[in-house]
């Protein structure tokens, strides 16, 4: 029987740990990795949420870090003018304005050309004047403001053809609305346009661009006899033909028209020259400055006969 002493003794040992991904040193990394993504997200939602005038005072300070010890001021962002805060635009850092401020105010401007549009409509539809021209009454609101359309009907035109002398009952529509925009601080453009129908003499001598600026400038005349204040006059224009209702039919007696817009205040400071180049009709030329034919209307097709 052998010795139970002499056996050898098994200890087994097991390890722990092995390879690093089985472990624990991902865990580090990863938190390290979204605490630099949080912390990323929080650098833009601050940066979006300040003014243009304290981006900018950021911008000066990282490019003049001294700024403020030798110049003095409470910050890199300070205003340059000597009135504390105010300023005309958020994209100057003559000073801050919230963004808010000016949505607010094309809000309310907004509303003010709603109501006078829902009052015009209420006019036509109450006046017995006006409700029979309704169908030459067209009403839209625009980028620019409200615009205020008076088209010529086949059988009811608005001037006699190839004149710019009103017809009474185009004084009566431009009397009735001269009253109502008087109810509203926005100040007028208006342009005459004329069809397609060119005199027979073309363009380089009495043309549309004459007749439709004549028209415009009638119109405005009536306007103000209709007890409408002069300051609300900012533009007239003739337009001729070069911006026609129904292009499909340049001859359409729609096109012959005179164009009022209630203006907002952004497109009247545009026109002003303040705020960059005006759009759309507010590119045409003063009716007072020299009328030059467009190349379309130059080259449109001329029709035997007086235009209208």
């Known amino acids: 029987m052998a010795d139970e002493s002499q056996r050898p003794i098994i200890v087994k040992r097991i390890k722990k ?9 991902w865990k ?30 950021i911008a000066e300070y990282f490019k003049t870090p001294l700024k403020v010890a030798l110049a003095g001021g409470e910050g890199s962002g300070d ?3 000597v009135i504390k805060g105010g300023g005309a635009d958020v994209t100057r850092s003559a000073g801050q304005v919230k963004r808010s401020d000016k949505s607010e105010e094309r809000r309310r401007e907004r509303m003010v050309l709603s109501k006078l549009q829902q009052r015009i409509s209420q006019a036509i539809q109450s006046s017995p004047e006006l409700r029979k021209y309704q169908n030459q009454l067209l009403l839209e609101m625009t980028p620019e403001g409200l615009r205020v359309q008076i088209v010529d009907e086949k059988n009811r035109p608005m001037f006699d053809s ?50 439709s600026a004549d028209r415009a400038n009638a119109a405005r005349r009536e306007l103000l006899d209709g007890g409408m204040t002069e300051q609300k006059i900012l533009r007239v224009v ?4 070069a911006n026609p209702l129904d292009a499909a039919n340049p001859y359409n007696p729609t096109n012959r028209r005179i164009t009022i817009i209630v ?10 020259g303040e705020g960059g180049t005006p759009s759309n009709e507010a590119d045409a030329p003063d009716a007072a400055a020299p009328v ?13 006969g007086p235009p209208q």
Not at 17 to 25: D, I, K, Q
Not at 180 to 186: G, I, Q, R
Not at 292 to 304: D, Y
């Open 162 to 211: 190839g004149r710019s002398a009103l017809l009474p009952h185009t004084k009566v529509i431009l009397h009735e609305l001269g009253k109502m925009f008087n109810e509203v601080p926005n100040r007028l453009s208006i342009s005459g346009h004329t069809d397609s129908a060119a005199y027979s003499g073309g363009e380089k001598g009495y043309s549309n661009w004459e007749l």
């Open 17 to 25: 740990g092995g390879h690093g991904a089985h472990g624990g040193a």
């Open 263 to 272: 203006l907002n205040k952004q497109n009247e400071e545009q026109i002003l």
């Open 79 to 81: 205003t340059t003018s």
């Open 238 to 241: 003739g337009l001729a033909a």
């Open 28 to 57: 580090i990394a990863y938190a390290d990795f979204v605490t630099a993504m949080m912390a990323f997200f929080l650098l833009m939602w601050l940066l979006s949420s300040v003014s243009q005038g304290t981006l900018a005072g």
């Open 292 to 304: 030059v034919p467009s190349p379309a209307t130059a080259a449109g097709t001329a029709k035997a």
